[in-house]
């Protein structure tokens, strides 16, 4: 079995091969944090815009209850 594994596994002599791939994944680390704060920006603009449409609702409603009552 290890010489099953030992075959799948690349592990090159030259370790100036890993230097590419350190660089993509550099790059992709970034894009993903990127992204990240980009959906934690839009979900915050979200939050916002429906806790002020829920505000005005409330204050509709408060308004018709005060004309009701009247």
């Not at 230097?19 to 970034?30: E, G, T």
């Amino acid at each position: 079995m290890n010489d099953w594994i030992l075959n799948f596994l690349y592990f090159p002599e030259d370790k100036s091969a890993y230097i590419p791939a350190a660089f993509q994944f550099l790059i992709f680390a970034i894009l993903c944090v990127l992204a990240f704060r980009w959906i934690i920006k839009l979900s915050k603009k979200q939050e916002q815009k429906t806790k002020d449409l829920e505000e005005r609702i409330l204050r509709e409603r408060q308004t018709d209850k005060q004309k009701d009552s009247q």
